[in-house]
Nanobody
Framework: QVQLVESGGGLVQPGGSLRLSCAAV????????MAWYRQAPGKERELVAT?????????KYADSVKDRFTISRDNAKNAVFLQMNSLKPEDTAVYYC???????????????WGQGTLVTVSS
């Protein structure tokens, strides 16, 4: 069984920075992509950033976080990171890690989610 384990959330003042981490643990054949989503109170879950694997890492960001957030991954550790700078109160949300993985069990391909980590931006 493959699980995503997140860490790095917390309370930060506006303008501050946080770094989220997510590691895929378990028996993994390959990872197709890794991504971060977030869900603010009373709002739908939205894509924050995604990064694919392979020779050229394709990245995509939500317009609201471009030039402030950076997604990166460590393929050797099956991990993805989200560096968040210049944080704003509107970035407050539960952040979820998401990945498309090939497993040894059926179904082979699955899109899995982490448990979520709370980021609060407030003075």
């Amino acid at each position: 069984q493959v699980q995503l384990v997140e860490s790095g959330g917390g309370l930060v003042q506006p303008g501050g920075s946080l770094r989220l981490s997510c590691a895929a643990v378990g028996t993994i054949l390959s990872i197709n992509y890794m991504a971060w989503y977030r869900q603010a109170p009373g709002k739908e879950r939205e894509l924050v950033a995604t990064i694919t694997t392979g020779g050229t890492n394709y990245v995509k960001y939500a317009d609201s976080v471009k030039d402030r957030f950076t997604i990166s991954r460590d393929n050797a550790k099956n991990a993805v990171f989200l560096q968040m700078n210049s944080l704003k109160p509107e970035d407050t949300a539960v952040y979820y890690c998401n990945a498309g993985v090939e497993r040894t069990i059926l179904p082979r391909y699955a899109e899995i989610w982490g448990q979520g980590t709370l980021v609060t931006v407030s003075s």
